[in-house]
């Protein structure tokens, strides 16, 4: 019944088939600790997206209309951050 719903909301053109916004995790690091922050008991590993991965990701999804590069950690927190933003 919800792929019913899902696909009449698509064939009536009241909902994006593709998706329009898209976010990124791009690292697990933060160099912040915030009282309420879940990443120790989440054990988000602390490391950065692979740039190759990042470039996949978007050659997905090249009619993403807003790139949302956020997650459990701080994206600008890496050193290269920017060959990331111009890619
Ligand atoms: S990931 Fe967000 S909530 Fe957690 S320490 Fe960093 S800024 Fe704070």
Redesign the pocket.
Known sequence: MRRLKKFLRCSLGLVSPIPRVVQVEVTGR?N???R??P?GVMGVPERDMEFEVFVEVFSKVPQAEEVILSG???PSYIPSSTRWWRT
Do not use: T
């Open positions: 933060c912040l600790s915030c309420m922050c990443r459990w950690g701080s």
